[in-house]
Nanobody, 123 residues
Framework: QVQLVESGGGLVQAGGSLRLSCAAS????????MGWYRQAPGKERELVAS???????NYVDSVKGRFTISRDNAKNTVYLQMNSLKPEDTAVYYC?????????????????WGRGTQVTVSS
């Protein structure tokens, strides 16, 4: 089993910054891709940013130039630095990770989710 624990959410004024963290723990062999998703009220969950184990990154257009995703493979932790925050960034942010775990006699990848952390940006 793999647990993802997010931290760093909160209330910030427009133009401010927040840094989210997500640490993976439990029983796994390795972590492949990690990412951050968000879901605003009444909207579908969307991918915000992702990062491979090798450090390749991907961002949704609306956050390019403002958000930076990074990871510490030694700590199995992914970060999301959010700058120049806007009210439309308000959402619950979820951490996602693909972990290779033992299932039966095979080591297979499986996706896991954190419980989410609230980010609220006031205008």
């Amino acid at each position: 089993q793999v647990q993802l624990v997010e931290s760093g959410g909160g209330l910030v004024q427009a133009g401010g910054s927040l840094r989210l963290s997500c640490a993976a723990s439990g029983s796994f062999f390795s972590i492949n891709d990690m990412g951050w998703y968000r879901q605003a009220p009444g909207k579908e969950r969307e991918l915000v940013a992702s990062i491979t184990s090798g450090g390749d990154t991907n961002y949704v257009d609306s956050v390019k130039g403002r958000f930076t995703i990074s990871r510490d493979n030694a700590k199995n932790t992914v970060y999301l630095q959010m700058n120049s925050l806007k009210p439309e960034d308000t959402a619950v942010y979820y951490c996602n990770a693909e972990a290779r775990t033992l299932r039966g006699i095979s080591i297979l990848p499986r996706g896991y989710w954190g419980r989410g952390t609230q980010v609220t940006v006031s205008s």
